[in-house]
């Protein structure tokens, strides 16, 4: 774990930010990558900068509400301080999404078409962007109660909570979650589906894995049914998303002509 990788005079380049714009940039060229051949491709970088922006914001607004209002409630003037760390992947997504959303719209590009080339490169992205949490020593899991786990030193978060005790490794496992989630998204975009059908199995399979390791994290306040923020999100993505899955099949039934009897 390393949070600063090194320093230029009183210059601090840390590990978050360049493992996550190597994210960013890996998640792009996948992405162009998998556009090869369709009229979306063309819309790629103009379209970043709109996703990038959402992403951040509702990152932040996530990560201060969900995650640590107890905290930023009674520091307000904080909430913006968004260069002293805390935003929330969730947030991201949605985020960046909701984005996408208003830039199909003004273009007139079927969002669902466009979701469904993206999927794979952004939960790939999301794979790497864990390393970038590991380094940090964020997205921290709970005491493991043995010898087996990992040990963050001193001067990491993980270390101000627990100090040396062994804890879950529940952001690396979420990035390999992330990339058993890629390999099968790229396993059946090879397969014809009702447009949007893949990007909504992306959403339930990552939703899914987030949902199980989050027992294992320790950074994260409880709510009802002890469950963390990121639980119940990944529960109304999950239910949303199945919802979403049956309307599309219904409808592209609808779309198919009864052969003649």
């Given at each position: ?180 989630v890629f390999v099968l998204l790229i396993l059946l975009r090879n397969r014809k589906w009702p447009a949007g059908v893949l990007f909504l199995t992306y959403n339930i ?57």
């Open positions: 774990m390393r949070v600063v990788l090194f320093t230029i005079g009183d210059f601090q380049v840390h590990s978050y930010g360049v493992v996550v714009a190597l994210a960013v940039l890996l998640a792009l060229g996948m992405a162009r990558y998998l556009a090869e051949g369709t009229p979306y491709r063309e819309h790629l970088s103009n379209m970043v900068p709109y996703m990038f922006v959402g992403a951040i914001l509702f990152a932040r607004i996530w990560h201060v509400f969900f995650f640590q209002w107890e905290y930023y409630s009674k520091h307000l003037t904080e909430i913006v301080y968004i260069w002293q760390g805390g935003i929330a992947i969730q947030g991201a997504l949605i985020g960046g999404f909701i984005a996408m959303i208003a830039y199909t719209r003004k273009h007139r590009l079927s969002f669902w078409r466009m979701a469904d080339i993206l999927a794979p490169a952004i939960v790939l992205g999301q794979s790497i962007g864990r390393i970038a949490c590991f380094l940090n020593g964020d997205a921290y899991g709970s005491p493991t109660g043995s010898g087996f786990g990992i040990v963050y030193p001193e001067g990491s978060m993980a270390y101000d909570a627990y100090g040396s005790q062994p804890l879950w490794p529940a952001e690396i496992w979420e990035g390999q979650w992330d990339l058993v399979m990552y939703a899914f894995g987030r949902f199980a390791l989050e027992w294992l994290r320790g950074d994260s306040p409880r709510y009802a049914f002890q469950w963390t923020a990121g639980q119940w999100t990944s529960f109304s993505v999950i239910t949303v998303s199945l919802c979403m899955i049956v309307l599309h099949v219904m409808l592209e039934r609808k779309k198919t002509p009864l052969p003649a009897q």
